[in-house]
């Protein structure tokens, strides 16, 4: 949208001017409308002219044909949908929920190795990069630690350490 202020100038004649001119563009015919299309004049202190229909499309006709055909849907056919949609939700987010604490219990094992997993036994001869990678990929549980023989503590701590040597003269 743009704005903008025409002056004319001159004497008392200018306010008589300044109303054809703004006249002319409001007309809809003639060739104001073409130099400046959708636009609207005033002079100053006074209203704008009255809105005009935006187009001469005459409205879409209604069809009372397609009302009659459809019925409308009861309340207990929607509530029935509405059922059916929650039950479908429900079993949906049930089986999310199966999901992630199946994958928070399978993180769980796998890092306190609480499941032992078995590596593949190797038949015939050499091994190759694969067996290694699956060995890796696969550890067994670490075997327990044996119980370490304690030693008898350490005598009592030293006395404190003697001064600095005194210069000699």
């Not at 499309?57 to 044909?65: A, G, H, K």
């Not at 091994?127 to 550890?139: C, E, I, K, P, Q």
């Amino acid at each position: 949208m743009v704005s903008w202020d025409v002056h004319i100038y001159g004497g008392p004649e200018r306010l008589a001017e300044a109303q054809t001119l703004a006249a002319r563009i409001n007309d809809p015919e003639g060739p104001m409308p073409t130099l400046l299309p959708d636009s609207i004049a005033r002079v100053p202190h006074a209203t704008f002219p009255p809105v005009s229909p935006p187009t001469s499309t005459p409205p879409p006709v209604q069809d009372i044909y397609f009302w009659r055909q459809r019925p409308a849907e009861s309340s207990m056919t929607i509530a029935k949908h509405a059922l059916a949609i929650a039950k479908e939700n429900e079993a949906s987010l049930d089986h999310l929920l199966k999901r992630v604490r199946n994958a928070g219990e399978e993180a769980a094992d796998g890092l306190t190795y609480s499941k032992v997993t078995i590596p593949p036994t190797v038949i015939g001869g050499a091994r190759r990069f694969g067996d290694l990678v699956a060995g890796a990929l696969v550890t067994p549980p670490p075997p327990p630690l044996p119980d370490l023989p304690v030693a008898p503590g350490p005598g009592p701590a030293p006395g404190p350490a003697p001064g600095p040597a005194a210069f000699l003269r």
